[in-house]
């Protein structure tokens, strides 16, 4: 956690330092191009001055970025495809959809574990600021080693994604005229309310004017801590409330030198001023767009890259695997169209038709990272690994994926469990450690790390991360998380109980948390060592004890409201169970709120496996 601190003050310090598919049938149709930059790839039919334009925008937002946080490397894990329609009707085709029609967008971010797209509406005056906001997360998931709060989070994106850039200069910190309005007619949230809402708070994933208002006032937030060089403050709050689990009141107290109330009313009294401090830099330089590379594109080309947009696209899945079996019947072995079909019937688990498809692409196209990482990941069965006589094909078309595309995360992270299977867990903790260095907060990668250690017997290094998970907003990567910690504190209290030695036992190989990486199999334990019978799933419960017992030490039991219903839990050994927010389990806790992840054993009756004191 120190080096993520570090890490972030880096972040924060540098920054204040400086500031001191076939073409769908149109009525014309249009010619497609590629403009091609040092960073970027642009596709699009708005012609190529706008295309670019297009390219020249982001690459001068990459080196503002970069200038302003003092980062030579920006990392980009997943390979990025930028497509710029000439108009709505066109950019409508490839919206996400609610209640069947269309969302009405002039930008949008599209993620995906193996591409991620940016799309434009170029017919509109600004499409740059949204999708620059998603952006500026790409970036910062290439800096930051951990996830902060959403409200610096959201807030800093917003920030950074007012960046203007004319022929002179570029400027930073504009608020916009709208953030103003939706504070003034929908009011503020207190501050110490910002500060709690976390990934899974309704919040901050349900749309209305909750939400409206916690983006509008996240950016003002972080507009008036840049304007009033509080810096420095900010860090020591991140220190106490995530360094020493301080609370928000106590954490904001501490930090900014006045109380959570006073905060308040200091950031009324700056939206209601309007007055705000922006910053010009000198324009990036050696950006010009004259000099990028631009071709004309065949139909079958672009409306491959349109194909893999809807493929990408849970909305429009369907009509993908159509556009690309209409290119194929013109071009039978066109690259990017059998890589598409490959990769849409892999997701549908049709192995046979996957294969035979990255077999063509391949041959049509040996130098595509993707169709070689696409087959490494065919092999794997999704992580199941079942034919160990595939593993050194698939480490060859792994490695091969990752020296045409070095920055590209996820053949890494696949390759660390390859490398394991095949006997190498040492080589293979080098490979998810690469992965976590190019996305340093993809919670997969730093699941499958913890794994790579314990394969490596390295509990010690595994536990950290393990616990660090346990604060994840996803309830998916804290229940698969939680069973891992448990069946490590359980093994070593066995080990403890019996005087045997040996390796950590592991659960077998599954499908990751939230993606299509692997958890890998831990190594077996000796016979000496003794089995952990298998475990019931692994349950969360917040609530707030009411008393606890500890007359039966080191054993305690919990008596816990949660709702209308009350939970007696059992805590194995009060003196070695896992606390979060506290120094440790205390005997004398009394209308204390809790979140527990629990094994249940009953009616309304449990097991503790991890406690996270709020």
């Known amino acids: 956690m120190r080096i993520f601190l570090q890490r972030l003050a880096c972040l924060l310090f540098s920054f204040a330092a400086y500031l001191s598919a076939v073409p769908p049938a149109f009525a014309s149709e249009p010619q497609w191009i590629e403009v091609q930059s040092p960073h970027f790839s642009v596709v699009t039919d708005a012609g190529e001055k706008r295309g670019r334009e297009t390219a020249m925008r982001f690459e001068q937002m990459r080196a503002v970025f970069g200038a302003l946080l003092t980062k030579v490397n920006l990392n980009m894990p997943i390979p990025l495809q930028i497509v710029a329609f000439r108009n709505a009707k066109e950019f409508r085709q490839f919206a996400p959809l609610w209640n069947g029609k269309p969302v009405q967008l002039a930008g949008l971010f599209q ?57 002179k200069e570029a400027r930073v910190g504009k608020i916009p005229e709208y953030d103003y309005q939706i504070l003034q007619q929908d009011g503020m949230m207190r501050i110490a ?49 995530i360094d020493r689990n ?25 939206v209601s001023g309007s007055r705000f401090k922006y910053y010009p830099m000198a324009k990036p330089s050696n950006i010009d767009g004259k000099d990028y590379l631009a071709k004309p594109m065949s139909a079958a080309d672009s409306g491959a890259v349109l194909a893999d947009v809807h ?32 990769y849409a019937y892999l997701q549908k688990r049709d192995f046979a038709q996957a294969g035979e498809y990255f077999k063509r692409a391949a041959q049509a196209d040996s130098k595509d990272p993707r169709v070689h990482y696409y087959s490494a ?38 390759l660390a469990f390859a490398q394991m299977y095949a006997g ?101 334990a000796s016979e000496a060592a003794p089995t952990i019978p298998p475990q019931a799933p692994v349950k969360f419960l917040k609530g707030t004890i009411l008393r606890v017992d500890c007359s039966s030490p080191p054993a305690a039991t919990l008596v816990i409201v949660s709702g209308a219903k009350t939970w007696t839990m059992q805590v194995a050994d009060n003196k070695h169970a896992l606390v979060i927010g506290a120094d440790g389990f205390s005997c004398s806790w009394n209308k204390q709120k809790v979140a527990l992840n629990y094994h249940e054993t009953g009616d309304a009756a449990g097991s503790v496996v991890s406690i996270e004191v709020q």
């Open 246 to 270: 301080v609370p928000v009141e106590d954490a904001i107290q501490q930090a900014f030198g006045f109380n959570a109330v006073q905060f308040d009313k200091v950031l009324h009294n700056y």
């Open 424 to 524: 190498d867990p040492a080589k293979g903790l080098v490979s998810i450690q690469k992965a976590v260095s190019l996305s340093p907060r993809n919670e997969n990668y730093q699941f499958n790390l913890a794994q790579m250690y314990l394969n490596n017997q390295k509990a010690d290094e595994a536990m950290p991360i393990l616990q660090a998970l346990q604060k994840s907003g996803n309830p998916e990567v804290v229940q698969r998380s939680a069973q891992s910690l448990a069946r490590v504190l359980q093994y070593q209290a066995a080990l403890q109980a019996t005087g045997a030695m040996g390796p950590v036992v592991g659960h077998a190989a599954d499908r990751s948390i939230g993606g299509s990486m692997q958890i890998g199999k831990v190594s077996a």
């Open 311 to 342: 493929l990408h696209s849970s909305d429009y899945q369907d009509k993908a695997i159509a556009e690309f079996q209409e290119i194929l019947k013109t071009e039978p072995n066109h690259a990017a169209a059998c890589r598409g079909l490959g």
């Open 111 to 167: 993620g995906g574990e193996d591409r991620s797209f940016i799309m434009l509406d170029m017919s509109v005056e600004n499409p740059w600021t949204v999708v620059f906001h998603e952006y500026a997360h790409q970036l910062m998931n290439g800096v930051l080693t951990a996830r902060v709060d959403p409200w610096f989070e959201e807030g800093f994106a917003e920030y950074f994604s007012s960046i203007e850039v004319d022929s």
């Open 193 to 241: 309310d910002l500060f709690r809402v976390q990934q899974n708070s309704s919040t901050y994933n349900e749309n209305g004017s909750h939400r409206t208002v916690f983006y509008a006032e996240s950016g003002m937030l972080v507009h008036y801590i840049y304007d009033n060089d509080l810096v420095i403050r900010l860090s020591n709050y991140f220190g106490l409330k």
């Open 377 to 414: 990941q065919l092999m794997s069965r999704e992580g199941s690994f079942a034919n160990r006589e595939d593993l050194p094909e698939m480490i060859r078309e792994l490695e091969t994926a990752i020296a045409l595309d070095p920055g590209f995360a996820d053949p890494y992270s696949l």
